[in-house]
Every structure is written in structure tokens, then in C-alpha cells.
Nanobody, 119 residues
């Protein structure tokens, strides 16, 4: 019973920056992992970055050095700072949360926010 709401998408020029936010609400026991995925036209959804409750992060190679994922102290909001954006970054970006209840894993997805990088 977790809802995720993304914000911060938009249209920027190559080399520009955007900061995406994702806020979780609802009945939350514990969110272990939050992350960002994206889906470009004609492409499957792919992982962009994830962050665990312990602060460990992972990124897809294409965004390393340009994107930074972070999480607030409460662990219910995740951010994606996107710098030096490229046209190939154009996609719908989705927030994801995964959590555990008594040994069973669950996940929730946001509605997506459009990121467009073009001149």
C-alpha cells in the first residue's frame, strides 16, 4: 500500500541538468531499496540507479559520473540529480521502491515523469 509520486521532469538542452524527486506515502513498514528506471521509445525499461537503506548505490554505466542518486534521512524520498544530460537520456523516468514484510518482498512503481533532452 505504498504510492510513489515523481516530479521534476521536463525539457532541457543537451548539457543541462534536472533534479527528479520521488516521494513515498501510504502504509510503509520498511523500504529497503529505492531506485530510478527509465524507458525510451522502442526500448525496454532499464535500471538507471538504485540506493539501499544502508546508502549503497549502483548506476548503469551510461550515467556514471553524470547522475547522482540520494535519499533523505527518513528514507521515504529519493532524488536523482541529472547533470550533463544527453539526447539519449530522453525517456520516461520511473521511481521504484522495494520493501520486505515478514520475509516477503513487495514493490511499487510511480506513474513516471518525462525527461526530454533536445536542442
Amino acid at each position: 500500500q505504498v504510492q510513489l509520486v515523481e516530479s521534476g521532469g521536463g525539457s532541457v538542452q543537451p548539457g543541462g541538468s534536472l533534479r527528479l524527486s520521488c516521494a513515498a506515502s501510504g502504509i510503509i513498514f520498511r523500504i529497503n531499496v529505492m531506485g530510478w528506471y527509465r524507458q525510451a521509445p522502442g526500448k525496454p525499461r532499464e535500471l538507471v540507479a538504485v540506493i539501499t537503506s544502508g546508502g549503497s548505490t549502483n548506476y548503469v554505466d551510461f550515467v556514471k559520473g553524470r547522475f547522482t542518486i540520494s535519499r533523505d534521512n527518513a528514507g521515504n524520498t529519493v532524488y536523482l540529480q541529472m547533470n550533463n544530460l544527453k539526447p539519449d537520456d530522453t525517456a520516461v523516468y520511473y521511481c521504484n521502491a522495494r520493501w520486505e514484510i515478514l520475509g516477503s518482498w513487495y514493490e511499487s512503481w510511480g506513474q513516471g515523469t518525462q525527461v526530454t533532452v533536445s536542442s
